[in-house]
């Protein structure tokens, strides 16, 4: 089975900026659908973005005009490009792939974001 996993995350301060990385152990093409959630403590894991197999992309409303979400097919990748980060965005980010065969999904481990004053 195909596993994901991220890296990217770490320390930055308030306007700035981080790349996070989502590698596939395989053919991101076993995903119909990746995406970026994260999760804060004590609170609910939330969608942040997600790119279709052709390209199409969504976001949160609270990321729209600073995340870009983006796929690398050749390298089996998924990236998301965090800009103007706020201290709301400091949170724990996982990638989430979702099979094209059957309905299950997989996950990475996460990687923690810290956005600092």
């Known amino acids: 089975q195909v596993q994901l996993v991220e890296s990217g995350g770490g320390l930055v301060q308030a306007g700035g900026s981080l790349r996070l990385s989502c590698a596939a152990s395989?053919?991101?093409?076993?995903?119909?659908?990746m995406g970026w959630y994260r999760q804060a403590p004590g609170k609910q894991r939330e969608l942040v973005a997600a790119i279709t197999g052709g390209g199409s992309t969504g976001y949160a409303d609270s990321v729209k005009g600073r995340f870009t979400i983006s796929r690398d097919n050749d390298k089996n990748t998924v990236y998301l490009q965090m800009n103007s980060l706020k201290h709301d965005d400091a949170a724990v980010y996982y990638c989430?792939?979702?099979?094209?065969?059957?309905?299950?999904?997989?996950w990475g481990q996460g990687t923690q974001v810290t956005v600092s004053s």
């Open positions: 395989g053919s991101i093409f076993t995903f119909k659908t």
């Open positions: 989430k792939g979702d099979f094209r065969l059957g309905s299950g999904s997989a």
